[in-house]
Nanobody, 122 residues
Framework: VQLQASGGGLVQAWGSLRLSCAAS????????MGWFRQAPGKEREFVAAISWGGNSTYYANSVKGRFTISRDNAKNTAYLQMNSLKPEDTAVYYC????????????????WGQGTLVTVSS
């Protein structure tokens, strides 16, 4: 499956952005989806994940209550709604897909998008 992340940009603190991850290729609805991010000089970290059917979601403590992951299997797209953004949310955000992968481990995911940059100014 090929993944294309989009929706990043520059936003002021406390603003909102919605990231999209469009999938093509194999059956999107078969895959759990995850979002990860990597800030300059830091390791890639888990942000959120959603099961293939959308029934289960998982969040990093740092984004819980501010970010919402969702998916539309009819549109082969996953989303990450980010509200109340903070400067520390600045990073390249990556979407990922995997089978039985709705967890926090990057190694659980088989396919990765190219990343989209989110910059939050103070």
């Amino acid at each position: 499956v090929q993944l294309q992340a989009s929706g990043g940009g520059l936003v002021q603190a406390w603003g909102s952005l919605r990231l999209s991850c469009a999938a093509s290729g194999r059956t999107f609805s078969s895959y759990d989806m995850g979002w990860f991010r990597q800030a300059p000089g830091k390791e890639r970290e888990f942000v959120a994940a959603i099961s293939w059917g959308g029934n289960s979601t998982y969040y990093a403590n740092s984004v819980k209550g501010r970010f919402t992951i969702s998916r539309d299997n009819a549109k082969n797209t996953a989303y990450l709604q980010m509200n109340s953004l903070k400067p520390e949310d600045t990073a390249v955000y990556y979407c990922a897909a995997g089978v039985d992968a709705a967890d926090t481990l990057a190694t659980s995911y088989d396919y990765w998008g190219q990343g989209t940059l989110v910059t939050v100014s103070s």
